[in-house]
């Protein structure tokens, strides 16, 4: 079963804040939140990670609530090559090696 | 820097035929690698990884072995291909378990 949930699909203006929302309501405590985005027929890229503070890197801010049930990645300026795929993952099992990638979020940013 | 390399990009085989990818990282020592498996429309599925030379983990039982004969090199094979091992097939390395995962480009297997 999968262990985070995304919304199917997200519309948003180039040049605005793209907020992209995941649950993972049974995140174990020593389980990171990761995030990665697909472009058609691409591997995916990664984009950030965190475990329970805020993160903010050349490409994103990942924002983790306190209780760790959700998490928040923001584009800050979209643009039209941030149309992709976005991933939310949860590592789990106690090798850390095991990633579920599901079916994720369809990012459409429209001119 | 690091790279990752997978070949070939596309590749078509028959029913029945054996198969063998081949992925290689450059610019690091003693990666993790992963491969992973992409059904059409569907999320990424972790096939195997290794932690190093000649130890592989396999996630799902299948029709698909991997094998690592070099540090940096990891090879994922089939004696006989099914109908249902089409996909897309990523090649990914970390510097350790629970560092980011980096994919290579991928090669997308179609079997006919």
């Known amino acids: 079963d999968a262990k985070t949930t995304q919304p199917t699909s997200m519309d948003c203006a180039e040049g605005r804040a793209a907020n992209l929302p995941c649950n993972h309501s049974?995140?174990?405590?020593?389980?990171?939140v990761y995030w990665y985005r697909q472009i058609h027929s691409q591997g995916p890229q990664y984009i950030i990670h965190?475990?329970?503070n805020n993160e903010t890197n050349e490409m994103a801010s990942l924002i983790i609530t306190e209780d760790r049930k959700s998490s928040t990645l923001i584009l800050p300026h979209a643009t039209l090559r941030d149309t992709a795929v976005y991933y939310c993952?949860?590592?789990?099992?106690?090798?850390?090696?095991?990633?579920?990638f599901g079916t994720g979020t369809s990012l459409t940013v429209i001119p | 820097s690091q790279t990752i390399h997978q070949w070939p990009a596309t590749l078509v085989q028959p029913v029945g035929s054996p198969l063998s990818l081949e992925c290689t990282v450059e610019g690091t020592s003693n990666p993790n690698l992963y491969w992973y498996r992409q059904a059409a429309g569907r999320g990424l599925q972790l096939l195997f990884y290794?932690?190093?030379?000649?130890?592989i983990s396999s996630e799902v039982p299948q029709n698909l072995s991997a094998s690592r004969p070099q540090d940096r090199q990891f090879i994922l094979s089939s004696k006989k291909l099914l109908l249902s091992d089409s996909g897309f097939y990523l090649c990914?390395?970390?510097?350790?378990?629970?560092?980011?995962?980096?994919f290579g480009d991928g090669t997308r297997l179609s079997i006919l």
């Open positions: 993952i949860v590592r789990v099992g106690n090798t850390g090696n095991q990633f579920y």
């Open positions: 049974t995140i174990s405590g020593n389980e990171y």
């Open positions: 965190g475990l329970k």
């Open positions: 290794s932690v190093g030379i000649g130890q």
């Open positions: 990914a390395w970390s510097y350790g378990t629970f560092q980011p995962q980096h």
